[in-house]
């Protein structure tokens, strides 16, 4: 009787969980969130859940062009994850990937406006891609050497940087612009596409494909079974253990932020030369931002990446199909995939934790 | 340690080794390439057989048609509320059903006008609209992808020099509704100053332009040329947003203008920011496209507004009946594309009415044109001559300037005496 106080839900930490079971939680839950999102469809406009879900499905995968869009997008957001990943598991925070995408995007452009029509290709993507990534390199480096030499704050400072690469690329687009006064760069060397990555096995997307997935594998193996990698994350836990077993902060500071930035210049030119064809402030598109989403959701490991931005990019494309089809604003998709975030990242804590109710048995024996 | 430094670099030069692999095989890649593109056409060009066929007898049926619209905004922007108004305008008209009309709302003027474009198009459109300024060299891609496909930019003016036949520019004679709006703004101020609330020698008018394009300079000339016409005192300030369509930027752009001095404000830019700052701090003002009344009661005058019904249904009725579309059209108040919204009784001055159908029947006539060059002068002399670079139109004829007729997108780029821009 004394014992009345035991909680009706106790939980208590798991020590580990056997995959199948976190998988067939994490399915629970997503299965869980599109009956709430039903409700809210239902609520909210009245119109058929499955309806609005096949429109969904429909605008992403539903004719070549839209799968190959949806994938192409899809590549992006998972370089972008990619080339983040290291510095975040460095918890180096690194939000400055919108300006370095920009940076390397911004090179692309400027190499395909000069270069595009004259370089064989043979000598211009190769120049390209490493152009971009050094670029990009370099943006990245900058407030990596103030942070391990003074240890300035990271976030505003990449932070910053962003602002400061937008307004290099708008100095661009006022260069290069075409026609003259319409604000934008348009459509780089739309009659001989001089610069624009060729087709792979006859995939418009191929390039950008073969390019994402060997960094994704690359980077994998990197954090994974490299030493560098194994420094990473002994920083990432402690720079205080990190120098007492004799590992250069300084330089290991510098040399992720180096790698997240030149992967983060890479996607820069995957989308300017591989996919819009033109620079603009919103080539990034904020998917700086997102790919943070995407590595934290993913847990660092690259091969969940291809998932989660996967899903992102299938609820955005979604979403205009449905704002179009239904008439509904792009909003009450953003609100259906914020149901489903919600439902992902909480089962995440049933994944960690195991939640046992107190039965009416034990609530009743004293013992 | 060359074999860490190797791994550190693996992430670089891998991609670049397999790059220049690439590019030994590129010419067999663009063969490749080539060949599925012209496959491509094939199967639209075998597609679209069935349409040719019926084309000869004249056009497309009306019940095999599909319209697709490409708009920045959605209906919460005034701007691409006005063009959804005239796409159903022209649903109505025609008798289209709700499946034949595809809209793709807010999207922004880079590359996604693009996929929307090919999406609406793979969708089966056989004509496709879209009405944002940016929109245009997007649209172009997309028009030379798809021949049979009919496409339609507002604003734009590269139709003519495009050489594609199914690329299309409309706009209408806006300056026409902005100078009516600016003698209901010049019969206001003129009221202020005989009620005492304004010195005659302070009628200062504010603009809050969106960029320093052709179109919004032509778009204040000719809203201050109606001021002018009544109010011979006043002058104005243009400050810039450098964004068609941001709240917040607007707002603050009119309360700048407001701390300065001016004493009424109008608008090119698309939401209702200037309004809202206006009706707070009490302040009279015209708006753009929708009537501003809602969100301003008691300081909104009337908005310049242009009916783009006439247009659409123009164009998809052409693409019915198999005819060819203007590369460039623009019309303006005679025929209805343009006008002014409804006054707001407690705002405007007295007369307001009668004056108002005094000037609309003038334009309408054509015995009033708005950018008379006697009513101007810049750098304190009048304009007899003006070409574009690299153009050998003469613009002014007759003393005036001859203002969307050479095209149907604003020419009118002149800073004129009396307007000062903030910014650049």
Redesign the interface.
Known sequence: MSKGKEPVFQMTKRDAIEPWKAWMIRLIAVALSLVVCAGVIIALTGLNPVEVYKGIFDGAVG?K??AW?TIRDTLVLLCIAVGITPAFKMRFWNIGAEGQILIGGVTSAAMMIYLGNTL???????LM??GS?LAALVWAIIPAFFKAYWNTNETLFTLMMNYVAMQVVTFGIIFWEN?K????V??IN?ATKGGWL?????LEYG?NL??VL??TI??FV?LRY???GYEIAVVGESGNTARYAGINVKKVIL?TMA?SG??CG?AGFIIVSG????I?T??A?GRGFTAIIVSWMSKFNTFAMILVSFFLVFMQKGA?QI??QF?L??NAADVITGIILFFILGCEFFIDYKVRIRSAKQAGSEE | MKLRKMVGLALVSVMALSLSACGGSAPKATTAAEKTESQASEAAKTESKAETTEASKGGIAKEDLKVGFIYVGDENEGYTAAHYKGAMEMKKALGLSDDQIIIKWNVPEDETCKDAAMDLADQGCNIIFANSFGHESYMLEAAKEYPDVQFCHATGYQAATSGLSNMHNYFTNVYESRYVSGVVAGLKLNKMVEDGKVNKDAVKVGYVGAYPYAEVISGYTSFFLGVRSVCPEATMEVKYTNSWASFDLEKEAADALISDGCVLISQHADTTGAPTACEAAGVPVVGYNISMIATAPKTALTSASIDWGPYVTYAVQSVIDGKTIDTDWCQGYKEGANSITELNKDAVAPGTEEKVKEVEDAIKAGTLHVFDTSAFTVGGKKLETYKKDGSDVEYIKDGYFHESEHGSAPAFDILIDGITTIDK
């Open positions: 004719t062009r839209r869009m064989p290709p043979v000598i211009l993507f190769p891609l490493a990534a026609p006064g319409s604000n934008s348009g459509t739309s060729p087709k792979l096995f006859g390039w073969v390019i060997a960094l690359a980077m990197y490299s030493k560098q040399r790698i030149a992967v890479i996919a819009s064809h033109t603009s919103s080539t598109g205009g704002a179009s008439n604003n792009e």
